[in-house]
């Protein structure tokens, strides 16, 4: 066994190479046109819902799930009460997406901790694995296979070494959030924690949302339409090609060349931002899904009074009560307005940043 180093701080080998500075530049230049944005509330909804089917059925396939990208979306669409594994997975992840999209919205995070991190395990773990593992730093030691040459190809950490690698990484990236880029520090954050292996189980579905969460902290603001999951399940091997490593940690930490993942990092990161404003770009809202004076009325009503009934609606708009539901149901899906209470204490808000990076009001 080699000779341990912890205790030494965490300072990551890389070289500003021409290729990174390049893409980082346009990346900088893409988010801020990005920001400036402004799109319809139906509009984002719909890119928001389809951001989070495509990352959940990216981040999940990354691993080994098998569900298509269809089922995937059935699957969110309907919330089956008895699930298998498979369905979990999937559905872990978008919930965990929804939980941290509020987050993101309802303050600024301008760095990542460990109780965050332990939390998105927790979330994205949640029902799969055994009591007292799901959001805790690992007690056991781990390895990394490679089941097509059948043997061990990678030694983390010990785990008793785990918690001060994992404060020394978020004191890395919460000293350093003024003083690098953000592409770059977030690709550094991405390959250490692979590097690391904190957890029995989980940690690349986890590293993923944690690096979305970070990246939006410092100011990559499309977090919610952003999908950047995509982009590495397009070709999953080149992915761990590129954040894994070989060998024994204790041998490779000190001279581990960050360089080559930070190139590939930088790119699916722009990669998909300009999958992201192209398809924002083409977007078009099909008249069914346009507010209708009905829609209107119902919005002012609750801007004016806090909340609607669906009694309240009806003497507003005259609508039968069929039709009553259809609406209410469409403002729901269509991402204005969530339902409270139940049964015929029911009332209707207006959703809490409704289009999330977008102003709510057109």
């Given at each position: 066994?080699?000779?341990?180093?912890?205790?030494?701080?965490?300072k990551?080998?890389?070289?500003?190479?021409?290729?990174?500075?390049?893409?980082?530049?346009?990346?900088?230049?893409?988010?801020?046109?990005?920001n400036?944005?402004r799109?319809?509330?139906?509009?984002?909804?719909?890119?928001?819902?389809?951001?989070?089917?495509?990352?959940?059925?990216?981040?999940?396939?990354?691993?080994?799930?098998?569900?298509?990208?269809?089922?995937?979306?059935?699957?969110?669409?309907?919330?089956?009460?008895?699930?298998?594994?498979?369905?979990?997975?999937v559905?872990?992840?978008?919930?965990?997406?929804?939980?941290h999209?509020?987050?993101?919205?309802?303050?600024?995070?301008?760095?990542?901790?460990?109780?965050?991190?332990?939390?998105?395990?927790?979330?994205?773990?949640?029902?799969?694995?055994?009591k007292?593992?799901c959001?805790?730093?690992?007690?056991?030691?781990?390895?990394?296979?490679?089941?097509?040459?059948?043997?061990?190809?990678?030694w983390?950490?010990?785990?008793?070494?785990?918690?001060?690698?994992?404060?020394?990484?978020?004191?890395?990236v919460?000293?350093?959030?003024a003083?690098?880029?953000?592409?770059?520090?977030?690709?550094?954050?991405?390959?250490?924690?692979?590097?690391?292996?904190?957890?029995?189980?989980?940690?690349?579905?986890?590293?993923r949302?944690?690096?979305?969460?970070?990246?939006?902290?410092?100011?990559?603001?499309?977090?919610?339409?952003?999908?950047?999951?995509?982009?590495?399940?397009?070709?999953?091997?080149?992915?761990?090609?590129?954040?894994?490593?070989?060998?024994?940690?204790?041998d490779?930490?000190?001279?581990?060349?960050?360089?080559?993942?930070?190139?590939?990092?930088?790119?699916?990161?722009?990669?998909?931002?300009?999958?992201?404003?192209?398809?924002?770009?083409?977007?078009?809202?099909e008249?069914?899904?346009?507010?209708?004076?009905?829609?209107?009325?119902?919005?002012?009503?609750?801007?004016?009074?806090?909340?609607?009934?669906?009694?309240?609606?009806?003497?507003?708009?005259?609508?039968?009560?069929?039709?009553?539901?259809?609406?209410?149901?469409?403002?729901?899906?269509?991402?204005?307005?969530?339902?409270?209470?139940?049964g015929?204490?029911?009332?209707?808000?207006?959703?809490?940043?409704?289009?999330?990076?977008?102003?709510?009001?057109?």
């Amino acid at each position: 066994m080699a000779m341990k180093k912890i205790g030494i701080p965490f300072k990551p080998l890389y070289t500003i190479t021409g290729k990174l500075l390049d893409v980082s530049k346009r990346i900088a230049a893409q988010t801020a046109f990005l920001n400036t944005r402004r799109f319809p509330r139906v509009a984002c909804a719909q890119f928001e819902r389809h951001a989070r089917e495509i990352s959940a059925f990216s981040s999940t396939s990354i691993e080994g799930n098998p569900l298509p990208l269809t089922e995937v979306r059935n699957i969110l669409k309907n919330h089956p009460h008895s699930s298998t594994n498979s369905q979990k997975e999937v559905i872990n992840y978008n919930d965990a997406l929804i939980m941290h999209n509020r987050r993101m919205a309802d303050t600024t995070i301008a760095t990542l901790d460990v109780p965050i991190i332990l939390s998105i395990h927790r979330a994205v773990m949640k029902g799969l694995l055994v009591k007292g593992t799901c959001g805790v730093l690992r007690k056991e030691p781990v390895f990394v296979n490679d089941p097509r040459l059948g043997k061990t190809i990678y030694w983390p950490p010990d785990h008793g070494d785990l918690p001060q690698l994992m404060n020394e990484l978020v004191r890395f990236v919460q000293k350093n959030s003024a003083h690098i880029d953000p592409i770059i520090l977030a690709g550094l954050f991405h390959k250490q924690f692979v590097v690391i292996h904190p957890f029995v189980d989980g940690n690349g579905r986890t590293v993923r949302l944690a690096t979305k969460v970070l990246l939006a902290g410092m100011g990559l603001n499309t977090f919610n339409v952003f999908s950047f999951e995509n982009y590495y399940n397009k070709n999953v091997s080149r992915y761990f090609a590129h954040v894994g490593v070989l060998g024994n940690y204790y041998d490779r930490a000190a001279s581990l060349d960050f360089t080559p993942w930070l190139e590939y990092f930088a790119e699916g990161i722009l990669d998909e931002l300009y999958r992201v404003a192209k398809e924002l770009d083409t977007a078009v809202i099909e008249p069914s899904s346009a507010l209708k004076e009905h829609h209107k009325k119902m919005l002012q009503y609750i801007e004016t009074n806090g909340f609607i009934t669906g009694r309240e609606y009806s003497r507003l708009t005259s609508r039968a009560r069929p039709t009553r539901a259809i609406d209410l149901n469409k403002m729901i899906e269509w991402g204005y307005i969530e339902r409270f209470g139940k049964g015929k204490a029911t009332y209707y808000k207006l959703k809490k940043n409704a289009g999330s990076w977008v102003p709510r009001k057109e």
